[in-house]
């Protein structure tokens, strides 16, 4: 009964492809976060979803485009994969855009490798 | 903005000895205070947080954190280590207010335990 589950593990894909990473959590929450962790593991946070709506997009590149097709799922979608793309990717949920305070939930989180 | 330190990349401690991690944040508005653990090759868990009331606020497993506000700092204590506490350790903050509402992140702390 994974809380907050990301597909797939891992990934290894080559320079120019488009690829996607899926999320769902079974919390019942409203919010849903992406955050990358770089090489030197610093996260930060990338788009954050609140009943499916977008809220928080800091400054990304368009290369990548999350979708919501339902609060439960925040999927993350990414055009023409570069070298420095590649990190770990962890989605996050919050019971709703006010209580990020009280708990993040994260999933394991996706090493997508660009070679 | 807000923005957490970690001083430490990498602290190495002998099994029962005691630790601690350094957090130090800088913001212009009031926040919630985190710490959240990083097990090998898992996602984030939050271990503790600082939400209102006492200073001193504990983890099930034996950690302990301090608000202090005079020096902007949320320092992890624990008496006594264990080889299971291995793990990478994140600080991270969000602001009361919620304008932002995420987590900013510290760079983190490989805290290694050692027999």
């Known amino acids: 009964d994974t809380a907050v589950s990301q597909t797939p593990k891992y990934l290894v894909t080559q320079m120019g492809n488009d690829k996607s990473i899926k999320c769902e959590q079974n919390?019942?929450?409203?919010?849903m976060y992406w955050y990358k962790q770089d090489s030197k593991k610093f996260l930060k946070i990338m788009f954050s979803?609140?009943?499916?709506?977008?809220?928080i997009n800091e400054t990304v590149p368009n290369r990548f485009s999350p979708k919501s097709p339902d609060k439960a799922h925040l999927n993350l979608h990414i055009n023409s994969l570069e070298l420095g793309d590649s990190a770990v990717y962890f989605c996050?949920?919050?019971?709703?855009?006010?209580?990020?305070?009280?708990?993040?939930?994260f999933g394991q989180g996706t090493r997508l490798t660009v070679v | 903005a807000q923005s957490v330190t970690q001083l430490d990349s990498q602290v190495p401690v002998f099994e029962e000895a005691p630790v601690e991690l350094r957090c130090n944040y800088s913001?212009?508005?009031?926040?919630?205070l985190f710490w959240y653990v990083q097990y090998p090759n898992q996602g984030l868990q939050l271990l503790l947080k600082?939400?209102?009331?006492?200073?001193l606020v504990e983890s099930i497993n034996g950690f302990e954190a301090e608000f202090n506000k005079s020096q902007t700092s949320f320092h992890l204590r624990k008496p006594s280590v264990h080889i299971s506490d291995t793990a990478e350790y994140f600080c991270?903050?969000?602001?009361?207010?919620?304008?932002?509402?995420?987590?900013?992140f510290g760079t983190g702390t490989l805290l290694a335990v050692q027999p």
């Open positions: 996050a949920s919050s019971q709703d855009w006010g209580t990020v305070h009280t708990e993040a939930f």
């Open positions: 919390l019942g929450h409203d919010t």
């Open positions: 979803y609140n009943n499916k709506e977008l809220i």
């Open positions: 913001s212009s508005v009031s926040v919630y």
């Open positions: 600082y939400l209102s009331g006492s200073t």
């Open positions: 991270a903050v969000s602001d009361r207010g919620g304008a932002t509402n995420k987590l900013i």
